[in-house]
């Protein structure tokens, strides 16, 4: 009976992944496609100066919606990722951002780049001409960079973050708090600006999360590195955050995710 039962289960399991192979191979070509026709949007996120609530930048998201609705970056940049096509994908979100936020004064604009991307030895030219063909000020740019690439390719990552920052890009460690990346590698690959996780963020509300919370924030500060906080819900975590000597805030309480058009509405944006 048990080994019944085994049996049936390898053979729903196998059923599984075939079922998973198929959906992943049809997002994919469908992702292919969205890519080659510019379907693929952005939203863009508050980042307000955490003393005053003054609109500082604005992170840009990929945001994809199919026939069955929308897809969650968490799957599709994966998905990019693998097929090979997550270099389009980047410089198509990089340029729409210029393009949306190149009229609003000095407000600076965050793009999320893959570690896939930055060991590509070709990206740092490619941004570069990017920016100089759309006149672009490189000092409004943060790319936004996860702790992969602390894995991969650190010696190729570390080239292209060099020549970029020699035009006056700036670099911004995401996530940070999540995983493996430390301190000593904000110093090593030259980052601007640490992102604190979310998941850090939430840990506030027990005594010990708001003291290694405080902790980070009061390292990177030694360090001369600014932060940020993502994932700010509520008026008490902004406040902790205030107190620990966050710079930036990010998060629903601010502002979701939103069109280019909104945050005009609803932020002061002065024109350039
Ligand atoms: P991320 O760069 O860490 O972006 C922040 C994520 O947290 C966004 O999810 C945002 O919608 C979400 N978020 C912001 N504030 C709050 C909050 O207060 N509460 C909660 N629960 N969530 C909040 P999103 O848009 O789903 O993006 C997920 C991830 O996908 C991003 O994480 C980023 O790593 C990646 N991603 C998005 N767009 C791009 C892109 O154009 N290129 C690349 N390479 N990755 C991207
Ligand atoms: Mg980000
Ligand atoms: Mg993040
Ligand atoms: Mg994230």
Request: aromatic share 6%.
């Amino acid at each position: 009976r048990a080994k019944e039962n085994g049996r049936g289960q390898a053979v729903r399991y196998e059923a599984d992944l075939d079922l998973e192979r198929e959906y992943r191979s049809r997002l994919e070509e469908e992702l292919r496609l969205a890519i080659a026709s510019e379907n693929i949007h952005l939203a863009y996120q508050p980042l307000v100066d955490a003393a005053t609530g003054e609109l500082k930048g604005v992170e840009a998201l990929a945001r994809w919606t199919t026939e069955r609705g929308p897809v969650s970056p968490e799957v599709f940049i994966p998905i990019a990722e693998r097929a090979g096509l997550i270099d389009d994908l980047g410089m198509g979100v990089l340029s729409a951002a210029i393009d949306n936020i190149g009229r609003w004064g000095d407000i600076a604009v965050s793009v999320n780049v893959s570690p896939v991307q930055l060991k590509n030895p070709n990206f740092a030219a490619d941004v570069t001409a990017l920016l100089s063909t759309k006149s672009f000020d490189p000092a409004r740019l943060t790319l936004e960079i996860t702790e992969g690439v602390l894995m991969s390719s650190p010696e190729q990552s570390k080239r292209s973050i060099a020549s970029l920052k020699a035009i006056g890009v700036k670099f911004a460690l995401d996530d940070f708090g999540c995983g493996y990346a430390s301190i000593g590698a904000l110093r090593e690959f030259g980052f601007d600006r640490m992102k604190i996780d979310r998941s850090l963020v939430m840990a506030i509300d027990n005594e010990r999360g708001a003291k290694v919370l405080a902790a980070t924030i009061s390292l990177a500060n030694a360090l001369n590195i600014p932060v940020t906080a993502e994932g700010v819900e509520t008026p008490a975590q902004a406040k902790v955050l205030k107190l620990s000597g966050c710079d930036q805030l990010q998060g629903y309480l601010v502002g979701r995710p939103m069109a280019a058009v909104d945050i005009e509405e609803k932020f002061i944006v002065t024109a350039a």
